[in-house]
């Protein structure tokens, strides 16, 4: 199943409940593809330092940007596998203030596939990166691109199975960085800089 498949009915699939935030924690599959690139390391500026006074925001957060879990084998526990910016924020509130103790999360009936599982979080990494634009550096778009689609830099990302099925319509890398209004030559993963250009 791809992942336009599995979203076809997706609220058919689950449901929101309000969620204790101790009971929240990283999917296995979604930990080692974050792994392979730090999406916090991505973000531009510093790191926001949460107050008491910004609990509502958090929860807010919570709502525009919900996270989507699963429960494993009867477990209480949330394993997360979206929602990943929401999730690190309350991640860094609840180990500061210990005020925010619930928010909705949207509880699939039962765990997805492994492919289901680290396409939703590509599409989400990869969503942001690319239409909020949080980096400013093509080269480190690229370097994120090719760790988080764990692709080889000899091969083409666009050919890439997982992309495909997120961005059918961008097919090269010229088309992303005419999409994005950046270069092409500077459109390079590390491993590839100061050599050929693919």
Same mark, same amino acid.
């Given at each position: 199943? @791809?992942?336009?498949?599995?979203?076809?009915?997706?609220?058919?699939?689950?449901?929101?409940? @309000? %969620?204790?935030?101790?009971?929240? &924690?990283?999917?296995?599959?979604?930990?080692?593809?974050?792994?392979?690139?730090?999406?916090?390391?991505?973000?531009?500026?510093?790191?926001?330092?949460? #107050?008491?006074?910004?609990? *509502?925001?958090?929860?807010?957060?919570?709502?525009?940007?919900?996270?989507?879990?699963?429960?494993? =084998?009867?477990?209480?526990?949330? +394993?997360?596998?979206?929602?990943?910016? %929401?999730?690190?924020?309350?991640?860094?509130?609840? #180990?500061?203030?210990?005020?925010?103790?619930?928010?909705?999360?949207?509880?699939?009936?039962?765990?997805? %596939?492994? &492919?289901?599982?680290?396409? /939703?979080?590509?599409?989400?990494?990869?969503? =942001?990166?690319? +239409?909020?634009?949080?980096?400013?550096?093509?080269?480190?778009?690229?370097?994120? /691109?090719?760790?988080?689609?764990?692709?080889?830099?000899?091969?083409? /990302?666009?050919?890439?199975?997982?992309?495909?099925?997120?961005?059918?319509?961008? +097919?090269?890398?010229?088309?992303?960085?005419?999409?994005? *209004?950046?270069?092409?030559?500077?459109?390079?993963?590390?491993?590839?800089?100061?050599?050929? =250009? &693919?």
């Amino acid at each position: 199943m @791809n992942l336009s498949v599995f979203a076809q009915n997706l609220l058919s699939k689950g449901q929101f409940v @309000n %969620t204790d935030v101790e009971l929240l &924690e990283l999917d296995d599959v979604c930990r080692k593809l974050l792994d392979r690139s730090s999406y916090v390391a991505s973000l531009k500026g510093l790191p926001l330092l949460d #107050s008491k006074q910004d609990y *509502g925001l958090i929860l807010l957060d919570a709502i525009q940007q919900p996270i989507i879990g699963y429960k494993k =084998n009867g477990d209480e526990r949330i +394993k997360v596998l979206s929602g990943i910016f %929401t999730y690190h924020r309350i991640l860094q509130h609840i #180990s500061s203030e210990k005020m925010l103790t619930a928010v909705p999360v949207f509880i699939l009936d039962k765990p997805p %596939t492994r &492919e289901i599982r680290e396409l /939703l979080l590509l599409n989400e990494l990869t969503r =942001n990166l690319l +239409k909020q634009c949080f980096l400013g550096s093509s080269s480190q778009l690229a370097d994120h /691109l090719y760790a988080w689609f764990d692709c080889p830099v000899h091969e083409s /990302l666009f050919q890439h199975e997982h992309w495909q099925q997120i961005f059918p319509s961008i +097919k090269t890398k010229q088309e992303l960085c005419d999409w994005l *209004g950046i270069s092409s030559k500077t459109f390079i993963p590390f491993a590839l800089r100061g050599k050929t =250009n &693919e």
